[in-house]
Structures are given as structure tokens and as C-alpha cells.
């Protein structure tokens, strides 16, 4: 996955990464294997569901890493992560849309999405890395897609590159 490969380039043993949408655990599983067991990876969903499989498939890939679990929406990582890890974080993932198997009623939105991508920014460590893969085909998407890139491209302190695909878009940013 690409992301994944970007990604990859600014993790460390070590770090700390947020998955700000868990899903169903893709992003949370990576991150942890990057971070190793001297990490820390904290992930979000406001579904029960999502965090189920997400705990399903760390158990199944033997993940033992630190990897705490919120039922939470991603707008509130301010609130819920602790306060010294603002400015030390390597990297937050979004993978915006709807959990696949499950209800496509519940998604995203632009308005959470963009503060939680607001408050990544306070988390991001300098040259930190900001994943951001939005999904354009469900009601909604594409005006969340768009409202993400407005965002990614207004701010000064991101180092911004746009991966266009018949799917999903990327957003990968790094922060100056």
C-alpha cells in the first residue's frame, strides 16, 4: 500500500502513531510493527464494531506492541491524548469513509475530519508525517475529499503531496 510505504520512511522504534480511524486495523497494525515495543500507537473509531476488529486482528498477527484502543471520534485528540505528546508525534493516519462490511450510513464527516486533521497538526512532531486516504465514492466523500485537499493545500506548515487513483485519493503530508 503506499501510504504505507510512505509512511514507513518516518517511523522509528520508538515512536508514537495515531490511527485516527481504526477500521477494521489495517493502518493500527502497521503502525505498531513500525514502532515496534518501545511505541506507542493509539487508535480511533467511533464504532465499536471497527475497535472489535481491530483487537481481532492484532490477536490474529500477534501484536503484542502497546496499542491502546479509544471509542472515540478522531475530533478528539486533544482531549484524549496526553498533553506531552503534543509536538512528538511521528505520525496520524486517516482513512476517511465508511468501516467495509458494516453500515455505509455511518461516515466520516468533513466537519470532525477537518478538526481532527486540525489538531494533528499540534500532535505532529517536526517532519512528522500526516496519511490521509479519502474515499470519494460514498454520499458525502467527495465533498470530503475536496474540503481535505482545500485544507492540506492552505497550510504553510505542511509539505504537501496529492497520489490520485480511480479510487481513493492520498493525501501525505510532513510537517515543516
Not at 57 to 82: F, G, I, K, M, N
Amino acid at each position: 500500500m503506499q501510504a504505507h510505504e510512505l509512511l514507513a520512511r518516518h517511523l522509528q522504534p520508538g515512536d508514537i502513531a495515531v490511527d485516527a480511524t481504526a477500521g477494521n486495523g489495517h493502518d493500527t497494525i502497521f503502525l505498531s510493527r513500525q514502532v515496534g515495543a518501545g511505541g506507542i500507537v493509539h487508535a480511533y473509531d467511533i464504532q465499536e464494531k471497527a475497535l472489535e476488529n481491530t483487537r481481532q486482528r492484532l490477536t490474529e498477527a500477534v501484536c503484542t506492541h502497546p496499542v491502546h484502543l479509544h471509542l472515540q471520534s478522531h475530533e478528539h485528540l486533544l482531549d484524549t491524548l496526553p498533553k506531552h505528546y503534543r509536538g512528538r508525534i511521528a505520525a496520524v493516519t486517516f482513512n476517511l469513509g465508511y468501516l467495509p462490511g458494516s453500515d455505509h450510513h455511518t461516515t466520516t464527516r468533513s466537519e470532525s475530519t477537518l478538526e481532527a486533521l486540525q489538531q494533528s497538526l499540534v500532535l505532529l512532531r517536526p517532519h512528522g508525517a500526516l496519511s490521509i486516504l479519502a474515499y470519494r465514492g460514498h454520499p458525502g466523500g467527495q465533498d470530503e475529499a475536496v474540503r481535505v485537499a482545500e485544507w492540506c493545500a492552505s497550510q504553510s506548515r505542511l509539505l504537501h503531496q496529492t497520489h490520485e487513483s480511480a479510487g481513493p485519493v492520498l493525501h501525505f503530508c510532513i510537517r515543516a
